[in-house]
């Protein structure tokens, strides 16, 4: 178990306790743990290249590789560009094929969801559930008086 700025964190539980301090501390803190955190990603990631390459892996062929201790899984994320996919299932009379083939999630656009009129918006309300999502946290310099 070590001490990290105002908290404490157990390896073996992985719980993390937070001791009764100051929010400047608290901020501090945070600061600290985000600056570990990106420096910890970019040494893993580096890590894991190095290893990659080391073993001759051609990442650009999907597959399972054994790395010593470690099982390495190479994917290709296929990315579909909706509108061109929809366009050409109408040029091909394949617009059937299209929830077969493909999940279409769909996504409020905020900006016109906001300028709809209330009316428009009312059609799918219905259809919409909302859910508070995790606090994002950015430091940001506050202006002088807030």
């Given amino acids: 178990m070590g001490t990290y700025g105002c908290r404490t964190y157990n390896r073996e539980?992985?719980?993390s306790e937070i001791?009764?301090?100051s929010d400047k501390d608290l901020w501090q803190t945070?600061?600290?743990?985000?600056?570990d955190e990106a420096e910890a990603v970019a040494i893993r990631r580096a890590v894991e290249d190095e290893l990659v390459k080391r073993a001759r892996?051609?990442?650009e062929v999907k597959g399972t590789?054994?790395?010593g201790p470690f099982k390495v899984t190479i994917r290709i994320e296929p990315k579909v560009d909706g509108a061109k996919a929809m366009a050409l299932a109408e040029e091909h009379e394949a617009e059937a094929l299209l929830g077969e083939l493909f999940r279409w999630k769909p996504e409020i656009k905020k900006k016109e969801w906001d300028?709809?009129?209330d009316a428009?918006?009312?059609v799918f309300l219905d259809a919409i559930t909302t859910k508070p999502a995790r606090p994002s946290?950015?430091?940001?310099?506050m202006k002088a008086g807030k």
Wanted: proline letters at 7%.
């Fill in 13 to 15: 539980t992985g719980m």
């Fill in 115 to 117: 300028a709809a009129p």
């Fill in 30 to 35: 945070w600061t600290q743990a985000k600056e």
């Fill in 57 to 59: 892996i051609d990442t």
């Fill in 19 to 21: 001791e009764e301090v």
């Fill in 120 to 122: 428009d918006r009312e």
């Fill in 137 to 141: 946290f950015e430091l940001a310099p």
């Fill in 65 to 67: 590789h054994k790395i």
